[in-house]
């Protein structure tokens, strides 16, 4: 008779992969802090920032997760966008040559309600790029404007970079009467590319004339610009519009230049796949206050993909300990397969789980418990990759006692 306490542990798609760190777990170094993003190189290697009271950290672990001690000074990276003020990662982009771009934020305290958006470089071995140095960009007016976390931008196939500073005006009541974002483009030497939004150097974001909380850009084909966020009309709406080169709406995508979801739709994050369609991920509240995770592909000039479960957005139960309670659904990547992986966190206690889709649109039924892996209370803020080679799943976290770690999750 087989003894199954001492039958080897089986470990399945969705699980924390062992071989990863120390049994699928990497804690960051610091011990305390927020990882906030990561990336990872072309030689297979994991850079994370880390946000560490007022500054930026950053790490390189390789691809095994064990760490880069010659990264840096020691292993690490220190960082601040300038002297006595706070400065918060917020992504970190990786150019042909090796050197990482960082999009951030500045604020002038821990709680300012008008942070800059603002960018530095580092050498590929975590050297500070002194050429280009820090750019700050400016705030669009002084009075009665409040700015967010920058949302996420993207290197341009020339190398040029986009990134979008969401922020929104009030009145003298303090009332919201404008919200939207500029998108700016900057040149290879972080200087603003003028040729970009009609001499301006950025585009105003505001979908349809309407309040849009921007959340994410990718490029597009032919040089185009994908720019995501939630339209804020009559509720909430996912919307994507796609921009030309120079910054004008191209109203060949979608409906005019935009495509939207359903109403009580939040956006997430978009990403592309091999064949250029667009994976939408977010969350969706139905009307009697339920939450799902909400997946959607787009082909891509902005239709729904209809070999993705019959054209149609896949609403995901996530568990939850009570009914109603929110679902945040905010990273997604793709594997090689074309399967997706989407991650966010759920409920009160912010329990932190990773979903896999097929190709087809249906949830993976051989990956975690029917497609779904929940795991422990935490934000997941750092978002997901699939490791290139290995096609390992990663997902980077804060746990509930604000240690940040790396996961590595088996394919």
């Known amino acids: 008779?087989?003894?199954?306490?001492?039958?080897?542990?089986?470990?399945?798609?969705?699980?924390?992969?062992?071989?990863?760190?120390?049994?699928?777990?990497?804690?960051?170094?610091?011990?305390?802090?927020?990882?906030?993003?990561?990336?990872?190189?072309?030689?297979?290697?994991?850079?994370?920032?880390?946000?560490?009271?007022?500054?930026?950290?950053?790490?390189?672990?390789?691809?095994?997760?064990?760490?880069?001690?010659?990264?840096?000074?020691?292993?690490?990276?220190?960082?601040?966008?300038?002297?006595?003020?706070?400065?918060?990662?917020?992504?970190?982009?990786?150019?042909?040559?090796?050197?990482?771009?960082?999009?951030?934020?500045?604020?002038?305290?821990?709680?300012?309600?008008?942070?800059?958006?603002?960018?530095?470089?580092?050498?590929?071995?975590?050297?500070?790029?002194?050429?280009?140095?820090?750019?700050?960009?400016?705030?669009?007016?002084?009075?009665h404007v409040l700015t967010e976390l920058p949302s996420y931008g993207c290197l341009q196939p020339d190398g040029k970079i986009l990134v979008a500073a969401p922020y929104m005006r009030l009145d003298q009541e303090g009332n919201v009467i404008y919200k939207g974002a500029r998108l700016y483009r900057l040149q290879t030497n972080g200087e603003q590319d003028l040729e970009f939004g009609g001499g301006q150097g950025f585009i105003e974001l505001r979908f349809n004339g309407q309040n849009t909380a921007i959340k994410s850009i990718e490029n597009g084909q032919d040089?185009?610009?994908?720019?995501?966020?939630?339209?804020?009309?009559?509720?909430?709406?996912?919307?994507?519009?796609?921009?030309?080169?120079?910054?004008?709406?191209?109203?060949?995508?979608?409906?005019?230049?935009?495509?939207?979801?359903?109403?009580?739709?939040?956006?997430?994050?978009?990403?592309?796949?091999?064949?250029?369609?667009?994976?939408?991920?977010?969350?969706?509240?139905?009307?009697?206050?339920?939450?799902?995770?909400?997946?959607?592909?787009?082909?891509?000039?902005?239709?729904?993909?209809?070999?993705?479960?019959?054209?149609?957005?896949?609403?995901?139960?996530i568990p939850v300990s009570m009914p109603r309670e929110f679902v945040t659904c905010s990273s997604v990547a793709v594997q090689a397969d074309g399967k997706i992986i989407a991650a966010g966190y759920a409920g009160l206690a912010l329990q932190s789980y990773w979903l896999r889709v097929q190709p087809s649109g249906v949830l993976d039924p051989g990956f975690g418990e029917q497609g779904i892996r929940v795991h422990e209370p935490a934000h997941v803020l750092g978002g997901a990759l699939v490791q290139r080679n290995a096609q390992r799943i990663l997902v980077a976290l804060d746990s509930a006692e604000l240690k940040p770690k790396i996961l590595g999750i088996l394919s």
Request: with cysteine.
């Open 1 to 143: 008779m087989s003894n199954a306490a001492n039958s080897p542990a089986v470990n399945n798609p969705g699980d924390l992969d062992p071989s990863f760190g120390v049994e699928g777990v990497v804690q960051i170094p610091s011990g305390s802090g927020t990882i906030r993003c990561m990336v990872e190189d072309e030689q297979g290697a994991i850079v994370h920032g880390v946000w560490v009271r007022d500054e930026i950290w950053l790490y390189r672990i390789f691809a095994d997760g064990s760490a880069d001690p010659g990264f840096g000074e020691e292993g690490v990276t220190k960082w601040g966008f300038a002297p006595r003020k706070v400065s918060v990662p917020v992504q970190l982009l990786i150019q042909a040559d090796g050197k990482y771009v960082l999009i951030g934020s500045l604020r002038n305290v821990m709680d300012d309600r008008q942070s800059q958006v603002a960018l530095t470089r580092f050498n590929s071995n975590g050297t500070p790029d002194l050429v280009f140095g820090n750019k700050v960009l400016p705030l669009p007016a002084e009075d």
């Open 223 to 317: 040089g185009k610009i994908l720019v995501a966020g939630t339209l804020e009309i009559s509720g909430s709406r996912q919307s994507i519009a796609r921009f030309t080169s120079l910054g004008a709406l191209d109203e060949t995508f979608g409906r005019q230049g935009y495509w939207q979801a359903k109403d009580s739709t939040f956006m997430g994050r978009i990403i592309l796949d091999d064949e250029q369609r667009i994976i939408v991920v977010g969350t969706e509240g139905a009307g009697a206050g339920e939450y799902h995770a909400c997946i959607s592909r787009l082909t891509a000039d902005g239709e729904f993909d209809k070999t993705f479960n019959n054209g149609s957005s896949l609403l995901v139960d």
